[in-house]
């Protein structure tokens, strides 16, 4: 038995809070099935400015304490670093440097990096000092990705991305695509662990030969 091969895709948008904490999910599907998940970004709110605008769970104190009860109880070692940032933050700059990223091997921990940027440190991530800072952490060139930043290199292809997302049907996320299945939202690992099986892919501490 072969490690898996199947295609998994994860739509997200940095700003999002569940997309953070769904970070665990698709990191115990690695451990566990080997498979090799793509971040591919859908935009949650293009209407905001670069230079933000107001957050709805920071404007509204009940839905604020709501959102953050519903991370204690789903995420709780999550939900004691996050700090809600007090304003919607632009993405498209950190889609551009997630793209980067991946032609350098370095998405995954390059998107962690942001996340952690926005949802730990409160920083702000269109701002190309904390997509630098993120850079730095990964062992990119954070010069380098600056310059392609202001050259708009990789415009066209995260344009590209997030028409690949509207075109798939995605509407929220996190949306999770593990083969034939689709997940929407974020959910207890025993859904992801039931598609896999459904899908017939093992368990990592099961591949290899097998004693008889």
């Known amino acids: 038995m072969k490690e898996a091969a199947l295609p998994v895709i994860v739509y997200a948008d940095f700003i999002c809070p569940y997309c953070y904490i769904s970070q665990e999910r698709v990191d115990q599907l ?46 709780p070692e999550q939900a004691a670093a996050i700090r809600l940032p007090d ?25 962690s990096a942001v996340f952690n940027a926005l949802w730990v440190r409160g920083k702000d991530i269109a701002q190309l000092s904390t997509l630098q800072e993120a850079a730095n952490e990964v062992g990119l060139d954070a010069d380098e990705m600056a310059r392609a930043l202001y050259d ?5 292809r995260t344009l590209a991305a997030l028409y690949m997302a509207k ?16 997940i929407v939202g974020w959910h207890y690992y025993e859904v992801f662990q039931t598609v896999m099986e459904q899908q017939g892919i ?10 008889t």
């Open 30 to 75: 690695i451990r566990d099935y080997g498979v090799e998940p793509q971040w591919r970004p859908h935009w949650l709110h293009p209407e905001v400015p670069p230079e933000g605008m107001p957050f709805p769970a920071t404007s509204d104190p009940d839905r604020r304490k709501a959102t953050l009860e519903w991370l204690k109880e789903m995420a």
């Open 87 to 111: 304003k919607l933050q632009f993405s498209f700059f950190a889609f551009q440097a997630l793209e980067f990223a991946r032609d350098r091997g370095l998405a995954l921990p390059f998107k």
């Open 152 to 156: 708009q290199t990789y415009i066209a």
């Open 167 to 182: 075109n798939a049907g995605v509407t929220e996320v996190p949306t999770f695509v593990l083969g034939r299945t689709t």
């Open 202 to 211: 093992p368990l990592k501490s099961l591949n290899g030969p097998q004693k």
